[in-house]
């Protein structure tokens, strides 16, 4: 696989996962309510369902309810951006960014489906490396998740 095509691979993951990758790669805790934060993700689920109501009225009132929501939502992140060590909150970090979180030790990223997994290897330098996993399953990692969160 080309070089660049490894590190696209890598950042998309990373930005379809970017909260998680971040709290991955950062041991400092943002100084916001993110309990709060937690509730608005769940207000804007609850409106962005009901803004296809079948009463006109009904709908506007969702949809003007949701995009109050969604500017708490965005006051929220900018709040969390505005810290030092959060400036890229919720955003995709950089193939290099990722490099750098593996000063102790590589990273390594599983993929997992019902049809097959593998992982993705970052090192310190140098490209991605692919994994395939045919002997792994998504039920067998479920199970040691689940054994990992007992622990």
């Not at 696209?8 to 790669?25: E, G, P, Q, T």
């Not at 969604?70 to 950089?94: C, D, H, K, M, N």
């Not at 310190?124 to 395939?132: K, M, N, Y």
């Amino acid at each position: 696989m080309p070089c660049v095509t490894s590190r696209n691979a890598v950042v998309n993951c990373a930005r379809s996962h970017s909260a998680w990758m971040h709290d991955l790669m950062c041991s400092a805790t943002p100084q916001v309510d993110l309990p709060s934060l937690s509730e608005l993700s769940k207000r804007l689920s609850h409106t962005q369902g009901s803004t296809g109501s079948a009463d006109p009225a009904a709908a506007d009132r969702a949809a003007i309810e949701y995009r109050r929501h969604t500017r708490q939502w965005e006051s929220a992140v900018a709040e969390i951006r505005g810290l030092q060590t959060f400036l890229w909150f919720l955003l995709p970090s950089s193939y290099e960014d990722l490099q750098a979180a593996v000063c102790q030790g590589p990273v390594i990223i599983l993929i997992a489906s019902q049809y097959s997994c593998s992982a993705i290897i970052i090192l310190t330098s140098g490209d991605p490396h692919h994994v395939p996993l045919p002997a792994v399953s998504l039920t067998g990692l479920n199970n040691l998740e689940n054994c990992f969160t007992m622990i």
